[in-house]
Structure formats: structure tokens, C-alpha cells
């Protein structure tokens, strides 16, 4: 049974720093590529943060510089560190594994991240 749990969301105000987590369970990390995502209301899902196949992290340029991503192995864990939050980070934010044998995708439930004074 492959489970993805986001946790870490919450209300921050401008400026401020937030870290999300993601558990995994049902599978390693050394078979999957993580991502993570965001999408406000009436918009569409977008792409925040990513490794890559080549061992790097690769960000939105509207996130670059701001958020982190990071992965423990031991735990089956994927993180982001997000720092300088503005309010249009505001959104729910998923937590993506994609099998590197067979291209099979699996989604969180997604954590809601609000950034307002």
C-alpha cells in the first residue's frame, strides 16, 4: 500500500517560514522520484520543486532561492523549507512519487499552506 501523508501546513504571515513534510510508506525512496506541487484556488496545479534524475534540485523561478527541498532515506521522508513566504505562496501543496520502473504516480492528500497578515 503505497501512502504519501503532507504535514507542516498551517497560517504564517508575510515574511515568515514554513517546513513541510512528507511521509511515505509502501515504498523506498531509491525507486521513486519526489516532487512537490501547489495549487490555489481557481489556478492551476503548478509545479514547486523537484529532484531530478541526475541527483539536483530544481525549482519554479518563483520559488527559487526562497524554498528547499530536502529528503532523509532513512526516514521516507521528503521535506520543504520555505522561507520569505509571500501571499501568493498560498495554496494547498501536494506531495508527488513517481516509480522510476513503470512511470506509476502517486499523490498526497495535500497540506494548505496560507500566508496573510
Known amino acids: 500500500q503505497v501512502q504519501l501523508v503532507e504535514s507542516g501546513g498551517g497560517l504564517v504571515q508575510p515574511g515568515g517560514s514554513l517546513r513541510l513534510s512528507c511521509a511515505a510508506s509502501?515504498?523506498?525512496?531509491?525507486?521513486?522520484?519526489m516532487s512537490w506541487h501547489r495549487q490555489a484556488p481557481g489556478k492551476q496545479r503548478e509545479l514547486v520543486a523537484r529532484?531530478?534524475?541526475?541527483?539536483?534540485?530544481a525549482y519554479a523561478d518563483s520559488v527559487k532561492g526562497r524554498f528547499t527541498m530536502s529528503r532523509d532515506i532513512g526516514l521516507n521522508t521528503a521535506y520543504l523549507q520555505m522561507n520569505s513566504l509571500k501571499p501568493e505562496d498560498t495554496g494547498v501543496y501536494y506531495c508527488?512519487?513517481?516509480?522510476?520502473?513503470?512511470?506509476?504516480?502517486?499523490w498526497g492528500k495535500g497540506t494548505l499552506v496560507t500566508v496573510s497578515s
Open positions: 529532484f531530478t534524475r541526475g541527483g539536483y534540485t
Open positions: 508527488n512519487a513517481v516509480s522510476l520502473r513503470n512511470d506509476s504516480a502517486y
Open positions: 509502501g515504498f523506498s525512496f531509491s525507486s521513486y522520484y
